[in-house]
């Protein structure tokens, strides 16, 4: 079955980085676009990109561009979303999404903390 | 970029009854590109609806959604204690960003 299992939570400072990984199973991992999506506490949902694990093409959310990086690594069927020069604002929970057609399966998601 | 906007922010409702939920777009897109996720407290969410019409996979058939344009709508036909929940519809598919509606929360009366 498809599974999308994401590391663990994070407590980050201002101003540090955060990766997060999702790693696929149950399915070819190149096949599908894989997206992210973040959700601050209390909050709504927030598309912030998406990766090609094919080809590594990547689009993002023109709010994130500069400061997000979306990477995969086949040979793990893994993804990674690096978000850098970290605010408070950036607390949130994280989550992968495998598209197709519309966002058919979700990773557990993993809460980034951003704290002095 | 495409908005939506999710009426009303909070529905209270009985088990048994009809949930109504409506998903506003701030400019026309094909209807082939609007999701209906479901949402539990602490868990990731859930497709429920893609396609405006077409049920997800296990999503039972007391959940319909409808819709062109920019007026989409999602339907429960007679509530269960598990559809008590936060309900977003997306658009995808379209240029970027991909945006979610702010949500709608089913809460029991």
Not at chain 1, 58 to 75: E, L, N
Request: proline fraction near 5%; glycine fraction near 10%.
């Amino acid at each position: 079955q498809v599974q999308l299992v994401q590391s663990g939570a994070e407590v980050k400072k201002p101003g540090a980085s955060v990766k997060v990984s999702c790693k696929a199973s149950g399915y070819t991992f190149t096949g599908y676009y894989m997206h992210w999506v973040r959700q601050a506490p209390g909050q709504g949902l927030e598309w912030m990109g998406w990766i090609n694990p094919n080809s590594g093409g990547t689009i993002y959310a023109q709010k994130f561009q500069g400061r997000v990086t979306m990477t995969r690594d086949t040979s793990l069927s893994t993804a990674y979303m690096e978000l850098s020069r970290l605010r408070s604002d950036d607390t949130a929970v994280y989550y992968c999404a495998r598209y197709y057609g519309s966002f058919d399966y979700w990773g557990q998601g993993t809460l980034v903390t951003v704290s002095s | 970029e495409i908005v939506l906007t999710q009426s009303p922010g909070t529905l209270s409702l009985s088990p048994g009854e009809r949930a109504t939920l409506s998903c506003r777009a701030s400019q026309s897109f094909a209807s082939s590109y609007l999701a209906w996720y479901q949402q539990k407290p602490g868990q990731a969410p859930r497709l429920v609806i893609y396609g405006a019409s077409n049920r997800a996979t296990g999503i039972p058939d007391r959940f319909s959604g409808s819709g062109s344009g920019t007026d989409f709508t999602l339907t429960i036909s007679r509530l269960e204690p598990e559809d008590f929940a936060v309900y977003y519809c997306q658009q995808y598919g379209t240029s970027p960003p991909w945006t979610f509606g702010q949500g709608t929360k089913v809460e029991i009366k």
